[in-house]
Structures are given as structure tokens and as C-alpha cells.
Nanobody, 125 residues
Framework: QVQLVEAGGGLVQPGGSRRLACAAS????????IGWLRQAPGKEREGVSC????????RYAESVKGRFTISRDNAKNTVYLHMHNLKPAYTAVYYCAAGGWYASGWGIWDLYAYWGQGTQVTVSS
């Protein structure tokens, strides 16, 4: 059974850090491009970051460049999103997704084949 499970969300203070994990079962993450997308209250989903298979390419939304880093641990079949210097505007449900590589579409939800259930990240004092 193909499954993606996110973990690591929670409440964090502005300026703090958090690491999200996306663990896969039923397939090998390194065979896919893995994306992180988020949806804030009242807003549409948006792409945050992605990493292609074999780590050839990484992409970040302009709003998180310099603050977020995406990485992969193939031994654990897990992709991580390292988030630093968090802002309240980053409060959202964060989802990971697996699919093919689309240079101009990596942030589009419907272009992925598998999705996790999401993990809530709340940035607040």
C-alpha cells in the first residue's frame, strides 16, 4: 500500500525552527520528485519546495528561500523540510507529495501522484 506520512508539525515561536519529515511506505521515495506544499487558512495551496530523484535539482518558493532546506535520507526512505527563522505567515498545513518532475509545475498539487495527510505548523508567540 502506497502511503506518505508527514510528521514534525506543531507550535513554534517566531524566529524558531522546525523539521518536517515525510516518510514513505509501499514505494521508494528516491524514484520520485518529492514536493512540500502548504495551505494556510483561507488561501490556496502553494508549493514550498521540491527535490528531484537522485537529488539533482531542488526548488524553493521565493517566500522561503534562505529559510527552508529540503533533504533526503534514502536509507530511511524519508524526505525532510528544515525550516528556520519561521514567521507567523508560514502558519499552514504542510503536505508532502510524490510524483514526476515538472520544471514549471512543481508547486501544483494535481501534478503529483501521491499525497500525505498533512501536518499543521503554527508559528505564534
Amino acid at each position: 500500500q502506497v502511503q506518505l506520512v508527514e510528521a514534525g508539525g506543531g507550535l513554534v515561536q517566531p524566529g524558531g525552527s522546525r523539521r518536517l519529515a515525510c516518510a514513505a511506505s509501499g514505494f521508494t521515495l528516491d524514484d520520485y520528485t518529492i514536493g512540500w506544499l502548504r495551505q494556510a487558512p483561507g488561501k490556496e495551496r502553494e508549493g514550498v519546495s521540491c527535490i528531484t530523484n537522485s537529488d539533482e535539482l531542488r526548488r524553493y518558493a521565493e517566500s522561503v528561500k534562505g529559510r527552508f532546506t529540503i533533504s533526503r535520507d534514502n536509507a530511511k526512505n524519508t524526505v525532510y523540510l528544515h525550516m528556520h527563522n519561521l514567521k507567523p505567515a508560514y502558519t499552514a498545513v504542510y503536505y508532502c507529495a510524490a510524483g514526476g518532475w515538472y520544471a514549471s509545475g512543481w508547486g501544483i498539487w494535481d501534478l503529483y501522484a501521491y499525497w500525505g495527510q498533512g501536518t499543521q505548523v503554527t508559528v505564534s508567540s
